[in-house]
């Protein structure tokens, strides 16, 4: 189930279904191969962990965020803050770059 690229690292995104519909934040960690993205401060979850001395660990109860479909999100355009379908387009210069759908605003720098 791989995808085309078109969430990376660092986008503002919004989730779109699920408990968390609504809710926007950076995205952290894309994983190509299952396609699932980690959204800061969204789908969080509880982990139990033992205390490690050796690397200074303390134990207890350590809250994370847990990782949600890629189809679940949408890219927040910059321009109009409004969640957003992704397009690329090559521009003069030759640079293929993202675009966002609903306005047309660039995505790539």
């Known amino acids: 189930m791989a995808t ?9 995104v919004q989730v779109m279904v699920g408990k968390d519909k609504g809710k926007k934040g950076k ?16 789908n969080m979850i509880k982990r139990h ?3 490690n001395p050796g690397k200074g660990v303390t134990g207890g109860i350590v809250e994370r965020e847990a990782p949600v479909s890629i189809a679940n999100v949408m890219v927040i355009s910059p321009d109009t803050g409004r969640p957003s379908r992704i397009g690329f387009k090559r521009l003069e210069d030759g640079r293929r770059v993202r675009v966002a759908k609903v306005d047309g605003a660039i995505l790539d720098q």
Do not use: A, F
Request: a positive charge.
């Open 27 to 42: 995205v952290l960690r894309v994983d190509r191969p299952t396609g699932r993205v980690v959204v800061e401060h969204v």
């Open 4 to 12: 085309s690229g078109k969430i990376k690292k660092g986008d503002q």
């Open 49 to 51: 962990s033992k205390p």
